[in-house]
C-alpha cells in the first residue's frame, strides 16, 4: 500500500486497543488450516466509510465484524447499486503478508462505479481501508501454504431513494474471510458444463464490471449444474449463443500447443486481474497469446483447459460438457496450466522474485 510505516503504527495501536490484552500474544486465530474451504469464517474487524451528497468519503473506521443497519430505502436494496471486489492477503515463507496487485482492485472499483452511477473512493482510500481490514485481522492470515486471507471490499448505494435514481450516499465496506480452495473438487480438475439457454451477461449489460446484480440470475443454472455432478458453468455469448464468454466466477484459457487463446474483454466480459496476470507471464514464457471470439466448437481442439480468477486461482479443467458430449483434457504435472500456476502462486507467496512489482507488503 501507499500509506507510511508511521500511518500503519497508528491503525495498529488503534487496533491494539479495540482487541483488548488478551489477544496480545495470539500469532494464529484458532483455525483448523488444514480443513479451510470457501465458506465464511467471521474475522474480528471489518472497514466501513460512507460518501455525502457531494460524493467525498469521510475517514473510514473500523469496528467490530457483524450486521450493520440499512435503510429500507437503499439504493441497493431498491436498484441493485452494489459493486464487489475479491482480493487476497498471503503470508510467505518469511513470514510477511502480502497482497497481489491491489491497485488494480481499486481501480476496476472506480471504473465499475462511473458505469453503475455512485460515488467511489479514490484509489488511496481504497487502499488504506484494505490494508486497516488486514492489519486488523491479521491473525487470520493462514500460516504459509494453508490459504489466505480473502479480501471482500464493496461499495453500494447506503441512502435512500423512492424513484428510480442513483442513491445520495454510498458505503465502502471492507472484510475478510481466511479461505482455502474454491471449488470443492479441492486442487482436483473441474468438470464444467456449457449452458446453451441462459447467459451471463449482454451486450451494453454490466458484465464486464463487478456490479452485485450480474451474479443472482445464474445462481439457477449453477445450482442445477452441480446437482448433475458438474463443478461450475461455462456460459455463452447472448447474441449468437455460439461462442464461450466465461464461467461464473472465473475466466478460462484454452492452450493448444504454444498458443494461449482466451475470449475477448469485449464489454461482456470481466478483465479478471488474475487473467492479466497469466497472459502477461505466459507471453514472457514466449508462448502466443490470442485475446479474440472463441467459438464453443473451438472446444474440442483445446490440450489444456484451465480457469483463472483471485477466488479460483488458476484451475485445470479435466472435463466440458456440450451438447451432451464430453470433451476431457489433459491434467496433472509438467503441463502449461502447472507451469503458469507455480510462477503465479510464487509470485504472489513471495517464493519467486517479483521482477514487475506486483505484490505489495503490508506492514
Same mark, same amino acid.
Given at each position: 500500500?501507499?500509506?507510511?510505516?508511521?500511518?500503519a503504527?497508528?491503525?495498529?495501536e488503534?487496533?491494539s486497543q479495540?482487541?483488548?490484552s488478551?489477544?496480545?500474544?495470539e500469532?494464529?486465530?484458532?483455525?483448523?488450516?488444514?480443513?479451510?474451504?470457501?465458506?465464511?469464517?467471521?474475522?474480528?474487524?471489518?472497514?466501513a466509510?460512507?460518501s455525502?451528497?457531494?460524493?467525498?468519503?469521510e475517514?473510514?473506521c473500523?469496528?467490530?465484524?457483524?450486521?450493520?443497519e440499512?435503510?429500507p430505502?437503499a439504493g441497493i436494496?431498491?436498484?441493485g447499486?452494489?459493486?464487489?471486489e475479491?482480493m487476497?492477503?498471503?503470508r510467505?515463507?518469511?513470514? #510477511?503478508?502480502?497482497?497481489?496487485?491491489?491497485? =488494480?482492485? /481499486?481501480m476496476?472499483? &472506480? @471504473?465499475?462505479?462511473e458505469r453503475?452511477?455512485m460515488?467511489?473512493?479514490?484509489v488511496?482510500q481504497?487502499m488504506?481501508?484494505?490494508?486497516?481490514?488486514?492489519?486488523?485481522?491479521?491473525?487470520?492470515?493462514?500460516?504459509?501454504g494453508?490459504?489466505?486471507?480473502?479480501?471482500r471490499?464493496?461499495?453500494?448505494?447506503?441512502?435512500a431513494?423512492?424513484?428510480?435514481s442513483a442513491?445520495s450516499?454510498?458505503t465502502?465496506?471492507v472484510f475478510?474471510s481466511?479461505?482455502?480452495?474454491?471449488?470443492?473438487?479441492?486442487t482436483?480438475?473441474?468438470?464444467?458444463?456449457?449452458?446453451?439457454?441462459?447467459p451471463?451477461?449482454?451486450l451494453?449489460g454490466?458484465?464486464?464490471v463487478?456490479?452485485?446484480?450480474?451474479?443472482g440470475p445464474?445462481?439457477d443454472?449453477?445450482?442445477?449444474?452441480?446437482a #448433475?455432478?458438474?463443478?461450475?458453468v461455462l456460459? =455463452?455469448? /447472448?447474441e449468437t449463443? &455460439? @461462442?464461450i464468454e466465461?464461467?461464473?466466477?472465473?475466466?478460462?484459457f484454452?492452450?493448444?500447443?504454444?498458443?494461449?487463446v482466451?475470449?475477448?474483454?469485449n464489454?461482456?466480459?470481466?478483465?479478471?486481474?488474475t487473467?492479466?496476470?497469466?497472459?502477461?507471464i505466459?507471453?514472457d514464457l514466449?508462448?502466443?497469446?490470442?485475446e479474440?471470439?472463441?467459438?464453443?466448437?473451438?472446444l474440442?481442439?483445446?490440450e489444456e483447459?484451465?480457469?483463472t480468477?483471485?477466488?479460483a486461482?488458476?484451475?485445470?479443467?479435466?472435463?466440458i460438457t456440450f451438447?451432451?458430449?464430453?470433451?476431457e483434457?489433459?491434467?496433472?504435472?509438467g503441463?502449461?496450466?502447472?507451469?503458469?500456476?507455480?510462477?503465479l502462486v510464487?509470485?504472489?507467496?513471495g517464493?519467486i522474485?517479483?521482477?514487475k512489482?506486483?505484490?505489495?507488503?503490508i506492514?
Amino acid at each position: 500500500m501507499h500509506g507510511t510505516k508511521a500511518a500503519a503504527s497508528v491503525v495498529e495501536e488503534h487496533v491494539s486497543q479495540m482487541m483488548g490484552s488478551e489477544r496480545e500474544d495470539e500469532e494464529y486465530a484458532d483455525v483448523d488450516w488444514d480443513n479451510l474451504g470457501f465458506s465464511l469464517v467471521p474475522t474480528d474487524y471489518m472497514f466501513a466509510t460512507r460518501s455525502c451528497k457531494e460524493g467525498n468519503f469521510e475517514q473510514g473506521c473500523l469496528s467490530r465484524y457483524g450486521n450493520m443497519e440499512l435503510n429500507p430505502a437503499a439504493g441497493i436494496l431498491n436498484y441493485g447499486q452494489g459493486l464487489i471486489e475479491g482480493m487476497k492477503a498471503y503470508r510467505g515463507e518469511d513470514g #510477511r503478508v502480502l497482497m497481489f496487485r491491489p491497485e =488494480l482492485n /481499486a481501480m476496476r472499483m &472506480k @471504473n465499475g462505479a462511473e458505469r453503475m452511477c455512485m460515488h467511489s473512493p479514490s484509489v488511496q482510500q481504497f487502499m488504506e481501508g484494505v490494508k486497516q481490514t488486514v492489519l486488523a485481522n491479521i491473525r487470520w492470515v493462514p500460516p504459509q501454504g494453508k490459504g489466505s486471507l480473502y479480501l471482500r471490499p464493496l461499495l453500494f448505494g447506503s441512502g435512500a431513494s423512492l424513484g428510480v435514481s442513483a442513491a445520495s450516499e454510498y458505503t465502502f465496506l471492507v472484510f475478510g474471510s481466511p479461505v482455502q480452495n474454491y471449488f470443492k473438487e479441492g486442487t482436483a480438475a473441474l468438470n464444467l458444463y456449457v449452458e446453451e439457454v441462459v447467459p451471463r451477461a449482454y451486450l451494453g449489460g454490466t458484465g464486464a464490471v463487478k456490479a452485485i446484480s450480474n451474479y443472482g440470475p445464474v445462481l439457477d443454472v449453477m445450482r442445477r449444474a452441480k446437482a #448433475r455432478g458438474f463443478s461450475d458453468v461455462l456460459y =455463452l455469448d /447472448a447474441e449468437t449463443k &455460439k @461462442n464461450i464468454e466465461e464461467v461464473s466466477s472465473a475466466n478460462i484459457f484454452l492452450v493448444k500447443g504454444n498458443t494461449i487463446v482466451t475470449p475477448a474483454t469485449n464489454g461482456t466480459i470481466l478483465r479478471g486481474i488474475t487473467r492479466e496476470s497469466v497472459i502477461e507471464i505466459a507471453l514472457d514464457l514466449g508462448y502466443k497469446v490470442e485475446e479474440r471470439v472463441v467459438p464453443v466448437e473451438e472446444l474440442k481442439e483445446a490440450e489444456e483447459v484451465f480457469c483463472t480468477g483471485t477466488a479460483a486461482g488458476i484451475a485445470s479443467v479435466g472435463s466440458i460438457t456440450f451438447q451432451d458430449i464430453r470433451t476431457e483434457y489433459k491434467v496433472g504435472e509438467g503441463l502449461v496450466t502447472q507451469q503458469l500456476q507455480s510462477i503465479l502462486v510464487g509470485i504472489q507467496t513471495g517464493s519467486i522474485q517479483d521482477t514487475k512489482n506486483w505484490v505489495v507488503e503490508i506492514d
